[in-house]
């Protein structure tokens, strides 16, 4: 058994762990391993939304095979997946989530491609644009694997793990996070939204938290495939409706739940959560004590135990706490309800 904090970012702990001495989780799961070289990572989420009950507009296809070209540039992502939903507001919303291990190529790469993205050439009203970024310090995220298929940031790992301790327990998140070992992680003053109607950018906010949450039954068939699809579905699309429509309440800035698409545009069997928390106390307390989360953990947990590696079923995450520097967010032509913009005060009708 390994510890999940890579030994070269061990330090002694002056935080409290939840793990219990001895402890020896029911089920296997792995972390991404990345050379010490690799500092810093980057994880971009270009978004385009328009109204859902057209086809997309011109400029939505124009750009986004613009920014599939760019992204197979020298200095393009290491990385990148695209997924869609369709929002709260009724805007088919298509999600390119880009990585990369080297800061210095994304930053050779992005003035173009954000130039690209978010210039004036696409504040014409036909669809909206965003931009959210977190530069993260190897310190400050982790990730965890219910198998050895990587996704999203894992793809830029030098290996995944063996079998880590640090799981299968409320708090494991908190303590696979490397800076949790030394830093409460408690959330700065509230991010700030700044710029006209059109073009607004959002001021970070010290220690906030992002989480992309996905699952992958793509090998799933017969009861295992119809148990996922029929009884942990409907309740993971429940807790995610609330994040979306009340999460404000508790500390989540914004949710999205997207299906994956492969380069055909067809939705693929995997999807995932993302969402920005205020901090992680936040999300763990979602994670240990809203209804849904608690049944489909409860559920995971049995299923997981029982079924070993063998389980079909595959699911990940990767969790940041990213300092309000390592955070950029822009938003033009968007609606008011897009991403991070949701820290505004609701418009109040009438
Ligand atoms: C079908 C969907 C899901 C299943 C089956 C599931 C199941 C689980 C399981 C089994 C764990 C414990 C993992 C371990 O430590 O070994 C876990 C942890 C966690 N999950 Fe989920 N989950 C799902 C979706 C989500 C989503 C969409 C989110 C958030 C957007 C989320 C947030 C979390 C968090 C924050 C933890 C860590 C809790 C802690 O460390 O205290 N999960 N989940």
């Known amino acids: 058994m390994e510890s999940a904090i890579p030994q070269h970012l061990a330090a002694s702990r002056t935080q409290p762990t939840r793990m219990k001495p001895g402890w020896q989780p029911p089920y296997p799961s792995f972390v991404a ?11 971009a989420y270009f978004g385009v939304q328009y109204r859902s009950d057209g086809e997309p507009p011109a400029i939505v296809r124009t750009a986004l095979a613009d ?16 997924a869609t939903y369709v929002d709260e507001a009724g805007y088919r919303t298509i999600v390119t989530v880009a990585y990369w291990d080297d800061v210095a190529r994304h930053e050779r790469w992005s003035a173009a491609a954000g130039a690209m993205w978010l210039g004036d050439q696409h504040a014409s009203g036909e669809a909206g644009f965003f931009l959210e970024v977190v530069r993260p310090s190897v310190a400050r995220f982790e990730t ?20 880590v301790a640090e799981h299968a327990y409320w708090g494991g998140a908190r303590d696979r996070v490397p800076l949790g070992q030394t830093d409460p992680l408690a959330p700065g003053e509230p991010p700030v939204v700044t710029g006209d109607g059109v073009r607004q950018v959002v001021r970070g906010q010290h220690n906030l938290c992002l989480i992309r949450s996905g699952q992958d039954w793509t090998g799933t068939e ?25 999460g404000r309440t508790i500390g989540c800035h914004a949710n999205r739940y997207m299906r994956l698409i492969d380069e055909n545009g067809d939705l693929m069997d995997k999807s995932f959560g993302m969402s920005w928390w205020r901090s992680l106390a936040d999300l763990d307390r979602w994670a240990q004590d809203h209804a849904t989360h608690k049944a489909i953990f409860g559920q995971a947990m049995k299923y997981l135990s029982t079924m070993g590696p063998a389980a079909r079923l595959r699911l990940y995450h990767e969790v940041t706490v ?11 032509g968007c609606h008011p309800s897009t991403g991070m913009l949701r820290v505004l005060p609701a418009e109040v009708a009438g």
Do not use: K
Request: hydrophobic share 40%; aromatic share 8%.
């Open 33 to 43: 391993r990345f050379a010490p070289s690799v500092a810093r990572v980057v994880m």
């Open 67 to 82: 920014l599939a070209a760019a992204c197979s540039n020298a200095d393009g992502p290491g990385q990148a997946d695209r």
């Open 222 to 246: 017969g009861d295992e495939r119809r148990m996922y699809l029929d009884e942990v579905e409907p309740v993971l699309g429940a807790g995610m409706d609330f994040l979306r429509d009340e």
């Open 322 to 332: 990213a300092d309000a520097e390592e955070q950029y967010f822009e938003y033009l």
């Open 144 to 163: 965890l694997f219910s198998n050895d298929r990587r996704e999203g940031i894992a793809h830029l790992a030098d290996a995944l793990s063996g079998e």
